[in-house]
């Protein structure tokens, strides 16, 4: 046979085998497209979710409520073995997974009593899952075994012991006791609803502070100085979010009698919580209680509430907009050094000395830092004796419109600790912080400069 008449032949054989192939895709992709799937159900639809090991059965129910705004909304219920809130992110988090059809990976095996034990998937091991709508019938069933290596998990559908593999969210996701469901959100609340923010301490004057215009805070008993707002602020959130790490029983003594201190906040639309500061120590953490609910958590915001009034001082030293500054001069003795910046451009160049160049992103770390800059505590000395008068160092920013904020710096000095730390003031103001000493270096860093040429050993 010629080459080309044995070449065309083969070519036309290829040609019809593609063709047949392209009709017939073939047993495997008829056995994909022959796999069950997990009906969808969007979280709306979900009105319980029931989730059955050998030891115990969750019952997780949906009641739809009316907020203090009107407006409707769904909230999850633990209702077995114990009834109370359930943690509302763990339960949407389960049930969005089912909100598109769920088609199963692969047929693993054919089960029976033995291979399900293998998988995980006898009546001691499996974990059985069920969603359900307005109906008796669960609109979404399924039997968990063990997880597989690649992020997928065995299981079998109701009534049969044919095992499949799924990507399902993984064991862990459902294998919870029931108290691991339970609502660990102590108080729950955004900062900015919060209207008044009281904080009670036995044989103490409540401390209260109420939300005015412009979101700005007013302190009462009003010792004469501005509230800080920033440290108000991140309080007020640290415990909106508040999460338990443990919960405990109700009857359970943290030292609530009297608390160590209670936190009350009213919110704007009406809600009116509290929280109450166990007495009772332990290792890092606090014991809390609100309404029924009493846990223990990591100390983070709740240590503020132990604060004395004073701590609720406003700390900052400057507030301005960084496209406002023209110019920044560092001044030391002697030695000084002036940047502009370039209004059009945002970048900086130096004025004095002349021919020499600068790191632009350590300008721009200083002018941001120094723009909203706030003292670390505030230091109970005169400013001769913080020696502020003179000061060793200054750093101005004069303003487009002639305006100057001028930072004092004294002498560093060591803490308790033994931390460094710099004596500051804006302008001369008598009132004195102090600021740690990566702060004062990020601002010296635009100058190439270093603190601490004075520093104490």
Same mark, same amino acid.
């Given at each position: 046979?010629?080459?080309?008449?044995?070449?065309?032949?083969? =070519?036309?054989?290829?040609? *019809?085998?593609?063709?047949?192939?392209?009709?017939?895709?073939?047993?495997?992709?008829?056995?994909?497209?022959?796999?069950?799937?997990?009906?969808?159900?969007?979280?709306?639809?979900?009105?319980?979710?029931?989730?059955?090991?050998?030891?115990?059965?969750?019952?997780?129910?949906?009641?739809?409520?009316?907020?203090?705004?009107?407006?409707?909304?769904?909230?999850?219920?633990?209702?077995?073995?114990?009834?109370?809130?359930?943690?509302?992110?763990?339960?949407?988090?389960?049930?969005?997974?089912?909100?598109?059809?769920?088609?199963?990976?692969? &047929?693993?095996?054919?089960?029976?009593?033995?291979?399900?034990?293998?998988?995980?998937?006898?009546?001691?091991?499996?974990?059985?899952?069920?969603?359900?709508?307005?109906?008796?019938?669960?609109?979404?069933?399924?039997?968990?075994?063990?997880?597989?290596?690649?992020?997928?998990?065995?299981?079998?559908?109701?009534?049969?012991?044919?095992?499949?593999?799924?990507?399902?969210?993984?064991?862990?996701?459902?294998?919870?006791?029931?108290?691991?469901?339970?609502?660990?959100?102590?108080?729950?609340?955004?900062?900015?609803?919060?209207?008044?923010?009281?904080?009670?301490?036995?044989?103490?004057?409540?401390?209260?502070?109420?939300?005015?215009?412009?979101?700005?805070?007013?302190?009462?008993?009003?010792?004469?100085?501005?509230?800080?707002?920033?440290?108000?602020?991140?309080?007020?959130?640290?415990?909106?979010?508040?999460? =338990?790490?443990?919960?405990?029983?109700?009857?359970?003594?943290?030292?609530?009698?009297?608390? *160590?201190?209670?936190?009350?906040?009213?919110?704007?639309?009406?809600?009116?919580?509290?929280?109450?500061?166990?007495?009772?120590?332990?290792?890092?953490?606090?014991?809390?209680?609100?309404?029924?609910?009493?846990? &223990?958590?990591?100390?983070?915001?709740?240590?503020?509430?132990?604060?004395?009034?004073?701590?609720?001082?406003?700390?900052?030293?400057?507030?301005?907009?960084?496209?406002?500054?023209?110019?920044?001069?560092?001044?030391?003795?002697?030695?000084?050094?002036?940047?502009?910046? !370039?209004? =059009?451009?945002?970048?900086?160049?130096?004025?004095?000395?002349?021919?020499?160049?600068?790191?632009?992103?350590?300008?721009?770390?200083?002018?941001?830092?120094?723009?909203?800059?706030?003292?670390?505590? *505030?230091?109970? *000395?005169?400013?001769?004796?913080?020696?502020?008068?003179?000061?060793?160092?200054?750093?101005?920013?004069?303003?487009?419109?002639?305006?100057?904020?001028?930072?004092?710096?004294?002498?560093?000095?060591? !803490?308790?600790?033994?931390?460094?730390?710099?004596?500051?003031?804006?302008?001369?103001?008598?009132?004195?912080?102090?600021?740690?000493?990566?702060?004062?270096?990020?601002?010296?860093?635009?100058?190439?400069?270093?603190?601490? =040429?004075?520093?104490?050993?």
């Amino acid at each position: 046979m010629k080459p080309a008449l044995k070449t065309g032949l083969l =070519a036309a054989a290829a040609a *019809l085998l593609l063709a047949l192939n392209l009709l017939d895709p073939g047993d495997d992709r008829r056995a994909v497209a022959a796999l069950p799937t997990l009906a969808a159900i969007s979280k709306d639809e979900v009105k319980r979710v029931e989730i059955s090991t050998a030891l115990e059965k969750v019952i997780l129910q949906a009641e739809v409520e009316e907020g203090a705004d009107g407006a409707k909304e769904t909230v999850w219920y633990l209702a077995a073995p114990t009834a109370g809130l359930a943690d509302q992110a763990a339960v949407k988090a389960l049930i969005l997974g089912f909100r598109k059809e769920l088609a199963l990976d692969v &047929k693993v095996d054919a089960g029976s009593g033995e291979t399900l034990a293998d998988y995980g998937l006898d009546a001691g091991n499996g974990v059985v899952v069920e969603l359900f709508g307005e109906g008796p019938t669960p609109a979404v069933s399924f039997v968990l075994g063990k997880d597989a290596p690649g992020g997928s998990s065995f299981l079998r559908l109701p009534g049969s012991d044919d095992i499949f593999r799924a990507r399902v969210g993984g064991r862990p996701r459902y294998e919870r006791p029931a108290a691991a469901w339970r609502n660990r959100v102590v108080m729950g609340f955004d900062e900015p609803s919060v209207q008044r923010f009281v904080i009670e301490r036995p044989e103490r004057p409540p401390l209260s502070f109420t939300r005015g215009e412009g979101s700005a805070w007013q302190m009462s008993p009003d010792l004469g100085w501005p509230a800080d707002g920033a440290a108000i602020a991140a309080t007020l959130s640290g415990l909106g979010s508040l999460k =338990a790490g443990e919960l405990l029983e109700a009857s359970f003594d943290g030292g609530f009698s009297p608390p *160590l201190a209670t936190a009350r906040v009213s919110l704007s639309d009406g809600r009116a919580l509290s929280l109450e500061l166990g007495s009772r120590e332990t290792d890092g953490a606090f014991f809390v209680r609100q309404g029924s609910l009493v846990g &223990k958590v990591a100390r983070g915001p709740l240590a503020r509430l132990l604060a004395e009034p004073g701590d609720w001082r406003d700390h900052t030293l400057f507030a301005f907009r960084r496209d406002e500054v023209d110019t920044l001069r560092y001044r030391s003795g002697a030695d000084e050094v002036i940047l502009q910046q !370039d209004l =059009a451009s945002g970048l900086w160049r130096v004025i004095q000395p002349q021919n020499v160049d600068i790191d632009v992103k350590l300008v721009f770390f200083a002018v941001n830092t120094m723009a909203e800059l706030r003292g670390d505590a *505030l230091l109970e *000395l005169s400013p001769e004796a913080a020696g502020l008068v003179p000061p060793a160092q200054t750093i101005t920013a004069r303003m487009i419109g002639g305006r100057e904020a001028v930072l004092q710096l004294g002498p560093p000095r060591k !803490d308790a600790m033994g931390r460094l730390s710099y004596p500051a003031r804006a302008g001369d103001s008598p009132v004195i912080f102090t600021l740690r000493e990566p702060t004062v270096d990020k601002l010296l860093a635009a100058f190439a400069r270093q603190g601490g =040429a004075a520093r104490p050993e």
